[in-house]
């Protein structure tokens, strides 16, 4: 979040930003919802312009869409943007740990475990709040020792993700979860071994399958071409 806001509307804009992005990933506000700025304000107890402030960093992360003179939506739940998003993480976070791997210490190990603990107990009582940080955590660790232009690119394709993750692991087994923690674990294994090529595709990997699960179940027939292509170059880079 832009830190060119200075003071007590910093506060606020950042207020409204974290309840309101929690209203659209939870799906308080449905796929499509046009957005009444008035009654929205009155809802959550604000002013007009932090409400403003944080619907155009929303806007900017793919949760909300502006037309002119229309009201601001809900974003749709968009099978390309699905697409075009995990195709770019496969590709630029893959490199990024292939860069990070050298540069690991026992004190990154040491957050990297604290964060796969933390994400198999949420993810025990299956719960997506807890979860998340943790998660975020970690996958910024994995791209930590990449050149810092490179880590720009890749946070916010990880903000805009988040949305088609909870839509992967909404209502799924527990199974799911489990899958994820071992993909994870197996993530940090290799980093140990300092292996980047193996650590890369486990990544890669990874990444498509959270894709794949999100589009199976808003668009199932739709064929994830970009996703296959990214994994494919991937894997292909590290034979």
């Known amino acids: 979040m832009s830190e060119s ?114 994400m198999a107990d949420a993810a025990q009582q299956e719960d997506l709040k807890a979860w998340e940080p943790a998660h975020r955590r970690f996958h910024r660790r994995l791209v930590d020792g990449a050149d810092p232009a490179l880590v720009r690119m890749i946070e916010p394709l990880i903000d805009r993700s988040e949305r088609y993750r909870r839509v992967g692991l909404a209502g799924s087994a527990p199974r799911m979860w489990e899958i994820g923690n071992d993909e994870h674990e197996a993530i940090v294994q290799a980093c140990e071994h300092r292996d980047p090529d193996l650590a890369s595709t486990l990544l890669a990997r990874h990444l498509a399958r959270s894709a794949l699960t999100a589009l199976a179940k808003v668009a199932p027939e739709q064929e994830p071409a970009a996703i296959r292509t990214a994994l494919g170059m991937v894997q292909h880079s590290n034979d």
């Open 5 to 118: 806001v200075r003071g007590t509307a910093v506060s606020n804009t950042e207020d409204v930003y974290v309840r309101l992005r929690d209203m659209l990933l939870n799906g308080d506000l449905r796929p499509g919802t046009p957005i009444s700025q008035v009654r929205l304000a009155r809802e959550l107890g604000v002013s007009a312009t932090p409400l403003r402030e944080a619907m155009r960093l929303l806007q900017a992360e793919g949760l909300l869409v502006a037309e002119h003179n229309r009201r601001a939506r809900v974003a749709p739940i968009d099978p390309a943007d699905i697409e075009a998003v995990y195709a770019n993480r496969i590709l630029t976070e893959a490199l990024a740990l292939r860069l990070t791997v050298p540069k690991l210490h026992a004190d990154d190990f040491e957050g990297l475990h604290d964060d796969l603990l933390a």
